[in-house]
């Protein structure tokens, strides 16, 4: 508590120095770490993920503060089905009350935050699709910034789909094969009418994507930090801007 006036101060002054330059529109997160944390202080893993979506709240509120278009987290991977049943149930129940508590919540309403789940969501629970459903709808007309949230989501998984989708259609004569294109595989991938993440931050420690929009992070910056996601500050969150503002984009040009 004594260093808390230095760090607000520090924190005031990091987030100056990004606001004087180009801030990323579209930022995506891999939400690592909520287990561990739950481990080092004993409790199950949904103790973390509980303080993870919490955590999701908070950064939400930093990213409408700074004018962020688009966020994608990574929540659940179809890899995640295969964790023990208990989490697992454990973790439906968190979605289902995520999804109907942002829908409510007067802060998403406030700040026209659209909610938008992506994956193979048919593969969750009724009540689960129900909540996204609801979710979705509450949110659809509202355009200041778009929360993706990918759930039982692969990226090798969404790129076969687009492929499958595009091969539905020229069976039915919809399309050539010879329009295939990026911009026709990018229409078709779960994160249509999304422009691709500028930076993609993971927390924990742990330095790969673990197949998080293998399509669309081509030229995305990368960013890597030691703070499980429960602990991810803003000062945290300022430091990846202000990292990402420092490199070049060359696109390969």
Known sequence: ??????????????????????????????????????RRMGSPPWVGHRLGAKKLEEFLEWCVQLGIKTVTTYAFSTENFSRPKEEVEKLFDIFEEYFYKVADDERIHKNRVRVRAIGKVERFPERVRNA?????EKTKHYDNLLLNVAV???????IVDAFKKMAEKIERGEMSSSEISEATIAQHLYTNGTPDPDLII???GE???SGFLLWQSAYAELYFCETYWPGFRKIDFLRALRTYQQRQRRFGR
């Open 207 to 209: 330095e790969r994507i």
């Open 202 to 204: 993971r927390t924990s």
């Open 152 to 158: 039982a989501y692969g990226g090798r998984q969404e």
């Open 1 to 38: 508590m004594i260093l808390y006036p230095v760090y607000r101060l520090y924190e005031w002054l990091l987030e100056r120095q990004v606001r004087s330059k180009p801030i990323p529109q579209h930022i995506a997160v891999i939400m690592d770490g909520n287990r561990r944390l739950a």
């Open 132 to 136: 996204i459903a609801y979710a979705e």
